[in-house]
C-alpha cells in the first residue's frame, strides 16, 4: 500500500507528535508514504470563507502533486479530510471550474485531472488494512482500557462530500478501537464540535464547547479520549486546563491522537509515541496499560 502522505499543519507544529506516531505505525502496517513536502495548508475553511477560489486552487495543487506520483492521497487530520473532500468534489463535478484552476496550477507546470481519492488514516485502516489483519498487528491489547472515541465534525460532515460513515451514528473509530482490543464507551457529543473553530472567536463559548465533550466523557467513565483530528486534540488536551478553569471542575482526561491508540496496541512505548508532550499527565494512562 502506497499513498501520497499530506502532513497537514498541526503535524509539523503544534503536535509534532501526530507526526512521529504515524510514521512509525504506517511503518509497522507496512504502509509506503511519499510526503509531499512542498504541499500547502489546506485552509482549514478559513480560507474557503475569505476567498473560496483561492482555497480550490491550494488545494487542487495538493492533488496535482499527488496525482503526478500516480497515488491516492492520505491525511491524519479530520479538518483537511473535511475541506480537501469537498474541495476535491466540486472539481470531479465542475469541469468549467477545474479548468479555471488549472490556469492557476500551469504557473507551475502542475495540471490536476480529478482522479486523485482523498483518504483520512482512519479509512485506511478499516478498507484498505482491514479489521482482520490490523488485529494481526496487535501485540499488546488496549484490554480494561475504556476509550471514548471523539470524531469532531469535519471528518463527517457534510456527508455528502465525505460519504464515508453516517455522521448521526459513526462506528468507524469504535471498530478500530475493538480492534486494538480496547472497549469503546458511549457518550452524547462524540460526533459534535469540540469548539476549535470558535475559540479565538469568542472563548466562553468555545471553552465550554470542549467542557461539555470532556465532562460527557468522564461520566460515561473513559479512561482516555481519542480523536482522528489534531486541531480536536489541540481543543481537548492543549486547552484542557484552561476548560477546567472556565467550567469550575477538574477532567484530567488524557487525549490521544489515532496513531498513538494504534501502536500502544502494536507494543510501541508511551515514549515512542511521545505521549509525554501532551499537556494533560498520561501517567494514569499508562498505569492502565500496564496492569
Avoid at 59 to 79: H, K, P, S, V, W
Avoid at 256 to 283: E, K, T, Y
Wanted: include cysteine; glycine fraction near 8%; aromatic fraction near 6%.
Amino acid at each position: 500500500m502506497k499513498y501520497a502522505f499530506y502532513t497537514g499543519c498541526a503535524a509539523k507544529g503544534a503536535t509534532p507528535e501526530l507526526y512521529v506516531s504515524t510514521r512509525l505505525v504506517t511503518q509497522k502496517l507496512e504502509m509506503e508514504l511519499v510526503e509531499l513536502k512542498s504541499a500547502a495548508c489546506c485552509g482549514a475553511g478559513v480560507i474557503t470563507e475569505a476567498d473560496p477560489e483561492l482555497a480550490i486552487a491550494l488545494n487542487a495543487r495538493t492533488f496535482a502533486l499527488a496525482e503526478a506520483e500516480g497515488l491516492d492521497l492520505m491525511t491524519i487530520c479530520g479538518t483537511c479530510q473535511g475541506v480537501m473532500a469537498q474541495i476535491n468534489k466540486q472539481l470531479k463535478e465542475d469541469s468549467e471550474l477545474l479548468k479555471r484552476i488549472n490556469v492557476y496550477l500551469e504557473k507551475e507546470g502542475l495540471h490536476y485531472k480529478g482522479t486523485v481519492k482523498v483518504k483520512h488514516f482512519l479509512w485506511i485502516l478499516l478498507d484498505d488494512i482491514g479489521v482482520d489483519r490490523l488485529k494481526t498487528y496487535v501485540t499488546h491489547p488496549l484490554r480494561n482500557l475504556k476509550i471514548a472515541p471523539f470524531y469532531g465534525c469535519y471528518i463527517l460532515r457534510p456527508s455528502s462530500a465525505l460519504g464515508y460513515d453516517d455522521p448521526n451514528q459513526p462506528t468507524s473509530l469504535e471498530t478500530v478501537i475493538e480492534a486494538l482490543g480496547g472497549e469503546a464507551v458511549d457518550y452524547e457529543g462524540r460526533n459534535k464540535c469540540c469548539g476549535f473553530p470558535v475559540i479565538l472567536e469568542n472563548p466562553d463559548i468555545g471553552l465550554a464547547m470542549s467542557g461539555k465533550r470532556l465532562e460527557e466523557a468522564k461520566t460515561a467513565r473513559a479512561d482516555v479520549m481519542v480523536t482522528p483530528c489534531p486541531l480536536c486534540h489541540m481543543n481537548l488536551d492543549l486547552q484542557q486546563e484552561r476548560v477546567e478553569k472556565h467550567i469550575g471542575k477538574p477532567f484530567e482526561m488524557p487525549v490521544l491522537h489515532l496513531p498513538q491508540l494504534a501502536g500502544l496496541a502494536m507494543g510501541f512505548s508511551p515514549v515512542d509515541m511521545q505521549m509525554m508532550r501532551h499537556f494533560v499527565p498520561v501517567a494514569s494512562l499508562i498505569s492502565k496499560l500496564q496492569t
